[in-house]
């Protein structure tokens, strides 16, 4: 398997989830199980479908559903930009303040310069009530004018 590499389209170049999340999460949940069965759970083919229904899951909200399965998507890929963008902020959905400072130091030293990580830890020194630290790395990110 191509470590740190996971597609993100389906075998037909198509994706589900960004427009119709309640709609792709039970068909990626059924995919997902036959990969995991017909292929095991490390590969590129599962790694992609389990990134697909964690996105899913994320963008209907259900973030303690998602976090396992990033978790398990950075297991197969574990510098990979965009998992550790989603794993790390649903981790700060999930109000777990500490561990998402741990994973968006991770993810700065995976992809230095991605503006991602500046906004990302703006995020956590706003809720901490850092609001000029918050708009100082908002700033920096090109997210603040």
């Not at 199980?33 to 292929?39: D, G, L």
């Not at 574990?78 to 989603?86: K, Q, R």
């Not at 230095?112 to 990302?120: E, H, I, K, S």
């Not at 809720?127 to 908002?138: C, D, I, K, M, T």
Request: glycine share 8%.
């Amino acid at each position: 398997m191509n470590r740190g590499k996971i597609p993100t389209r389906s075998l037909r170049g198509e994706r589900i989830f960004p427009a119709q999340p309640a709609k792709a999460a039970p068909i990626y949940e059924r995919a997902l199980a036959i990969s995991e069965k017909a292929q095991g759970p490390v590969n590129a083919n599962t790694a992609a479908l389990t990134s697909n229904l964690a996105g899913a899951y994320k963008a209907l909200g259900q973030y303690a559903k998602a976090l396992p399965l990033f978790e398990r998507g950075l297991e197969a890929a574990p510098n990979n930009p965009d998992l550790l963008a989603d794993y790390t902020a649903t981790l700060g959905e999930l109000g777990r303040a500490t561990e998402m400072l741990a994973a968006v130091r991770r993810f700065a030293a995976a992809a230095p310069g991605d503006r991602r990580a500046l906004y990302l830890q703006a995020v956590l020194a706003a809720r901490a009530g850092n609001h000029g630290l918050a708009r100082s790395l908002l700033q920096r990110s090109g997210d603040l004018d």
